[in-house]
């Protein structure tokens, strides 16, 4: 039988050399929530989103020293373990930076996207979808605790549309499913951001081809890590292999 493990991640920033400050999980049995002092500042812009400052964390252990550490790393390794994220591969990549490689997981954010066949919402970010499919909850947002409740939250509904897809009521079989979606990059609709905000990509494809090869050489050089933004260029642009 499968443990399901809920995660979120609070970091000193968003790029690739920034380092976990909080971790949460949760799972049927345990709510678990700490601060850890990063082996680098936390920027202001993100404390500015978390609310989590430099002297919050000054005093307590890294991540690594931590007591809660070897723990955290045996029940994510197990191989019966699936952590659940929103935007996976971020927080993969922060937890891999401490030496944690979790066995299997599901990013809710490819899930749901996956499930918006008709295109009706116009973003999946985590926060977006929970006032989206009124989802009520007490949670604070970007702390990692009420990130994961309603992650937690998330997953119900996302976890009962997959079953209705695949029609079957099994919870092993939705959850491998869930996983192999998770495994391959998801295929975007429409901006919700910039010069193109609101436009499908198919209008942008039409409108202004230089845009897009533009932001796919961007995205390239600057962010090679967005599989999801880089495969959808690609698939747009005619550019897949």
């Not at 020293?65 to 990549?93: C, P, Q, W």
């Not at 309603?150 to 695949?166: P, S």
Request: with cysteine; net charge negative; aromatic share 10%.
């Amino acid at each position: 039988m499968s443990k399901i493990v809920f995660l979120d991640t609070e970091t000193t920033g968003v790029e690739s050399t920034d380092f976990l400050c909080q971790l949460a999980f949760k799972t049927d049995d345990e709510t678990f929530c700490e601060l850890f002092k990063p082996p680098i500042t936390i920027s202001i812009e993100a404390s500015s989103v978390t609310h989590i400052s430099n002297k919050m964390v000054e005093g307590k252990p890294s991540f690594k020293e931590s007591e809660s550490y070897a723990r955290i790393k045996s029940m994510l390794e197990d191989k019966d373990t699936i952590m659940v994220a929103h935007n996976a591969k971020f927080d993969l990549g922060i937890i891999e930076k401490e030496g944690i490689k979790p066995t299997s997981h599901i990013c809710t954010l490819r899930v749901a996207r996956y499930l918006d066949k008709e295109h009706k919402i116009p973003q999946h970010k985590l926060q977006y979808l929970r006032y989206y499919l009124d989802i009520e909850i007490e949670a604070q947002a970007h702390d990692a605790l009420g990130d994961v409740m309603v992650l937690e939250k998330l997953f119900e509904r996302l976890i009962a549309g997959i079953k209705k897809e695949i029609n079957s009521a099994s919870d092993e079989d939705a959850l491998a499913k869930m996983i192999d979606i998770s495994s391959k990059p998801s295929l975007m609709y429409s901006f919700s951001f910039g010069k193109y905000n609101g436009k499908t990509i198919t209008e942008v494809l039409s409108l202004d081809r230089g845009y897009l090869e533009w932001f796919l050489n961007t995205k390239e050089k600057d962010n090679p890590e967005d599989e999801d933004w880089i495969y959808t260029l690609k698939h747009y642009l005619g550019k897949l292999q």
